[in-house]
Nanobody, 130 residues
Framework: EVQLVESGGGLVQAGGSLRLSCAAS????????IGWFRQAPGKEHEGVGC????????YYADSVKGRFTISSDDAKNMVYLQMNNLKPEDTAVYYC???????????????????????WGQGTQVTVSS
C-alpha cells in the first residue's frame, strides 16, 4: 500500500523557517515525481513545487521561488520542503503527492496539476504569524 506521511509543520513567526518532510512507503523509490501543494482556508489548492527522480530537477511556484527548496533522500524514501523567510501568506495545510512512473519532464509539464498525481498524504499545518 502506497503511503505518504507529512510532518514538520507548526507555528512560526514571519521570517522564520520550517522543514517539512514527506515519508514515502509502499513503492520503489527510484522512479517518481513528488509535488508539494498547499491549501489555505477558503482558497484553492496551490502547487508549491515538484521534484523528479529521473533527473533530480525541481520546479517552484513564483510565490515561493528563492525561499523554498525541495530535496530528496532516496535511501530514506524521503522528500523535504525547506521553507525559509516564511510569510503570513504561506499559512496553509501543506501536503505531498506522488506520481508513479512519471513521464519525462513531469515536473516541468505537469508538476502543478493535481490530477496528474496518484497518491496523497494527509497534510501538515503551517501557520506563520506576523
Amino acid at each position: 500500500e502506497v503511503q505518504l506521511v507529512e510532518s514538520g509543520g507548526g507555528l512560526v513567526q514571519a521570517g522564520g523557517s520550517l522543514r517539512l518532510s514527506c515519508a514515502a512507503s509502499g513503492f520503489t523509490f527510484d522512479d517518481y515525481g513528488i509535488g508539494w501543494f498547499r491549501q489555505a482556508p477558503g482558497k484553492e489548492h496551490e502547487g508549491v513545487g515538484c521534484i523528479s527522480s529521473s533527473d533530480g530537477t525541481t520546479y517552484y511556484a513564483d510565490s515561493v521561488k528563492g525561499r523554498f527548496t525541495i530535496s530528496s533522500d532516496d535511501a530514506k524514501n524521503m522528500v523535504y520542503l525547506q521553507m525559509n523567510n516564511l510569510k503570513p501568506e504561506d499559512t496553509a495545510v501543506y501536503y505531498c503527492g506522488t506520481r508513479m512512473g512519471p513521464p519525462e519532464y513531469f515536473c516541468q509539464a505537469y508538476g502543478y496539476e493535481r490530477s496528474e498525481y496518484d497518491y496523497w498524504g494527509q497534510g501538515t499545518q503551517v501557520t506563520v504569524s506576523s
